[in-house]
């Protein structure tokens, strides 16, 4: 992991606007070749990070790093970075060709080898042919294209993607996803991308950094960042799950246990900093969770409740369980091919869970 | 129902057709068989001659035109088409900073400065090129506070007034704000982003300004530089007021004809030579920058 050479590296970030910081003592390292995400909701300060990587924005205080060298200093201009805008910026006045050349031109690059790398460009986002018409003739996934063809034309060493499947409808947008991913694995470009939805940025990213009011809450593989959230806003915002509220009353190197505001003592995976008496907040992913019809053994969890609603989607069904003293679980349960042990009516049944998909987070 | 929405465009635009056909057209046809008439006695224009047996004979000649031609009236033409043309390279150029300023404001400020923009209309175009006097003249604010300061001597005077400069500087004050509204039009609806794709795809911002602003804005340059070219090439007032002997532009020349030498087909030929330079002028002017126009707007 050490001996891949950094692409990206932010030392103690900062960036006020007014009086209030967008950006707050951001450290950050992203590897060459790396697909990196910046997911979080709006005004979470990701798409400012971007714009300092690019050099819209000047960081008010900390370094930026790019390939090891310092860039603040250096304008938009002279970075060897290219961006994909949300709005794909193309130039209105300007053909398809033009919108792509633009770049070379700008370097001086042979008008014999624009011309050469223009066309493999378009070829490359399947856009052959289109050279000749102007950016209002086309459609929005065609835009979209244009404005990847016009950054990675130019071979930079990173390419910044700020939301650029935004605009597009869910069906294209993840047929883009994977699109892009093919795209960064074969150019092998460092790609840094920004997006809110938690769904495209699981699907696409090597790593992702989970950003919430201008600090960074968690980095991570997808598989982390789901599956061990390290913070409630991270287990929040990623995905669905199912938040129980207790204190620590128990610690070992193999368990945690936790009792509940209603009283049940739950089995929590291990975390070394929680001592007993501090108040957590146990997350459970609810297709991680079955609906039994006994109470499991003492190796799992297990609790009683009241069935209160089935909702039936098709390839999966959720349960919402009624705990008596406590709150609703939510339960998602695929449907299969094996019959659903659960009950389809309304009644008394168990949840059931391991202590490993228990993660205990400090409140 | 096509033909009832036909009739109701004929309805609502006969008033506007029938005054233009009545006060431009009709007056634009009078002047145009006048310049091909002969002068009257005491003004007006003879075009039929009586003889002594009664016959009537109707006058035609081309000798007004040709006049015009004659080296003394083209260099007038000349010196008209030269001053208008700087003084819309020089409102271009100073115009453009200040729109460009106004259209990146916040939208409270945006209306603030246009109302600045807007506000010498407030005042009469004679009375404001009469106060300009008051300010270039020898004995007037510029070089009473030269001297006051020691910079010219008791008697000495900058000749500020009565030449060309007085009337470039006239003609851009008064046409500057029609330079700056169109240009501000077309500023204030381009996507800024472009510029920051520009600069990402390596453009500084010289390069940038050229290759994306300056195209962008080309329906508001071309507009602005219609708006001022034109009626300073017929301007009469700036030059009469603020121009000595050698500044006399072909709007002066017409006056006179009409006002002072009682030739009005002489007059009315010089209109229509007025009318030929600006034509023709726009024409080549909107060929040259058309295309990037008309792409732009897409």
Not at chain 1, 76 to 82: L, T
Not at chain 2, 253 to 281: H, K, N, Y
């Amino acid at each position: 992991m050490s001996d891949v050479p950094l692409s990206i590296e932010l030392r103690r970030v900062c960036k006020r606007f007014a009086d209030s910081y967008a950006v707050e003592n951001l450290d950050l390292q992203i590897r060459k070749g790396e697909f990196f995400s910046f997911l979080g909701p709006s005004g979470c300060g990701k798409t400012t990070t971007l714009r300092m990587i690019g050099g819209f924005e000047q960081p008010s205080s900390g370094q930026i790093l790019l390939d090891g060298r310092p860039i603040e200093g250096t304008p938009a201009y002279q970075r060897n970075v290219n961006t994909v805008f949300q709005s794909y910026a193309l130039f209105p006045h300007m053909s398809i060709f033009n919108n792509v050349a633009f770049g070379m031109k700008m370097k001086g690059v042979a008008s014999s080898e624009i011309r050469e790398r223009a066309m493999h460009a378009l070829e490359t986002v399947k856009l052959k042919g289109f050279e000749t018409r102007m950016p209002g003739e086309l459609s929005g996934g065609q835009r979209q294209r244009v404005a990847l063809a016009r950054a990675i034309v130019n071979r930079p060493s990173v390419l910044l993607l700020d939301e650029p499947l935004g605009a597009l409808d869910l069906k294209l947008r993840r047929a883009m996803q994977i699109e892009l991913k093919e795209l960064q694995h074969r150019l092998g470009i460092t790609f840094v991308f920004v997006t809110h939805d938690q769904e495209e940025a699981l699907t696409i990213s090597d790593r992702i950094a989970v950003m919430s009011q201008g600090r960074i809450e968690q980095i991570g593989s997808p598989e982390e960042i789901y599956e061990a959230p390290r913070s409630r806003f991270v287990a929040d915002f990623i995905g669905t799950t199912n938040f129980l509220q207790g204190a620590v009353v128990g610690s070992s190197a193999t368990r945690l246990e936790v009792q509940t505001e209603w009283g049940a003592v739950l089995k929590v995976a291990p975390h070394p900093d929680l001592k007993p008496g501090v108040q957590v907040t146990v997350s459970v992913r609810p297709e991680k969770i079955t609906l039994v019809p006994t109470a499991p053994g003492p190796g799992e969890n297990g609790m009683e409740g009241t069935l209160h609603e089935v909702i039936y989607l098709g390839t999966a069904t959720h349960y919402i369980v009624q705990l008596p003293q406590g709150p609703r679980i939510t339960v998602f349960a695929q449907n299969g091919v094996a019959p659903q042990t659960a009950p389809g009516s309304r009644g008394t049944v168990y949840v059931a869970f391991q202590p490993e998909h228990c993660r205990a987070l400090e409140r | 129902m096509r033909d009832s929405r036909a009739l109701q465009a004929y309805g609502l635009l006969s008033p506007s057709m029938f005054w233009l056909g009545m006060f431009f057209l009709g007056p634009l046809c009078i002047v145009f068989v006048y310049s091909f008439c002969l002068k009257g006695l005491y003004g007006g224009v003879d075009w039929r001659e009586i003889g002594p047996d009664g016959t009537v004979s109707y006058l035609f000649t081309l000798e007004n035109y040709a006049r015009a031609f004659d080296s003394l009236y083209l260099k007038i033409v000349l010196r008209s088409f030269r001053i208008a043309a700087s003084t819309t390279l020089m409102c271009l150029v100073l115009g453009f900073p200040i729109a460009y300023y106004i259209a990146t404001r916040a939208q409270k400020m945006k209306g603030i400065l246009l109302m600045l923009v807007i506000i010498p209309f407030w005042t009469n175009f004679l009375i404001r090129t009469y106060a300009w006097i008051t300010i270039l003249r020898s004995e007037g604010l510029i070089n009473n506070m030269l001297r006051g300061m020691g910079f010219l001597g008791p008697t000495d005077s900058l000749p500020l007034l009565y030449n060309d400069f007085a009337v470039h500087l006239g003609m851009f004050y008064g046409y500057l704000p029609y330079m700056i509204l169109p240009l501000y039009s077309s500023i204030e609806k381009m996507d800024f982003r472009l510029l920051e794709a520009a600069s990402d795809l390596g453009a500084n911002q010289v390069q940038a300004f050229l290759r994306v602003t300056l195209p962008l804005t080309m329906p508001g340059i071309v507009a602005g530089s219609i708006l001022v070219f034109v009626p300073a090439l017929g301007d009469f007032i700036t030059p009469g007021l603020l121009g000595g002997a050698k500044s006399m532009m072909i709007g002066n020349l017409v006056e006179d004809q009409f006002l002072t030498s009682r030739d009005w087909p002489f007059g009315s030929a010089l209109s229509f030579i007025l009318m030929a330079v600006v034509l023709a002028s726009l024409m080549f002017y909107l060929r040259v920058s058309g295309t990037d126009a008309s792409r732009a707007q897409k």
